[in-house]
């Protein structure tokens, strides 16, 4: 016995929290005049688009970007076991690499301490606890969206069985120049294009519970 619970921001009263840091949509154009001072702590908790970007070049820093999010588990009812959990987020776009952009390995990790949508930066965001989870996510060509999933089963059912929100944390492991990739945030105007979480959930498996039972016939030797 179970069900699904689906979380995302505005839905069914969830609050969903997310921002990205570091350079972020427009590698932190902001401050290109004089990039060592600001764009550390540049917040950008209203964007409704986030970017996902690393690379080997340490010459083009002002282009990485990390996303953090926290999702509540409140709607998840209590007293169950997570069966499991998958992050769904829209692909808006891509940095363009001429012709050929490369693909991105964005990679999920679990985050312990809190934080703050409006006042996270690069410089004050938390550290990763644990890597959890990658998924390939493709250079957008069309003009579709695609959706990218991560299996976030077992940070869901820690964070579960600790009575506290879902924190991650998701960065890239490329190499190539212009290898960010672009999401919707949950500031995205319309309800269908933020990310959300899906978590399936079922009843503990007790004495009660007939399905929890095994019947074992004895063995005749013949």
Not at 18 to 26: E, L, P
Not at 40 to 64: H, K, L, M, R, V
């Amino acid at each position: 016995t179970g069900g699904v619970t689906t979380i995302r921001q505005g839905s069914d009263g969830a609050s969903v929290s997310d921002a990205a840091v570091g350079g972020s949509f427009n590698c932190g154009s902001a401050y290109i005049q004089d990039f060592w001072n600001g764009w550390g702590d540049a917040n950008y908790a209203s964007d409704s688009q986030i970017n996902i970007q690393n690379e080997w070049d340490i010459s083009d820093w002002p282009c990485f970007s990390k996303y953090y999010v926290t999702y509540p588990l409140d709607n998840v009812p209590t007293g169950r076991v997570i069966i499991s959990a998958v992050l769904t987020m829209y692909q808006t776009g891509n940095s363009w690499g001429g012709s050929n952009p490369a693909d991105s390995y964005i990679q999920v990790f679990t985050v312990g301490d809190p934080w703050n949508a409006s006042t996270i930066t690069w410089n004050n965001a938390p550290l990763a606890i644990e890597n959890i989870s990658g998924t390939w996510v493709h250079a957008k060509t069309t003009n579709n969206w695609p959706t990218y999933t991560w299996d976030v089963s077992r940070a869901v059912a820690e964070a579960y069985a600790a009575g506290q929100p879902l924190r991650l944390a998701l960065y890239s492991a490329d190499g190539d120049y212009h290898s960010g990739k672009y999401f919707s945030s949950s500031d995205w105007q319309e309800e269908k294009g933020r990310p959300f979480l899906s978590v399936r959930w079922g009843s503990a498996c007790d004495s009660s519970n007939i399905s929890c039972k095994f019947s074992f016939l004895p063995l005749t030797i013949r």
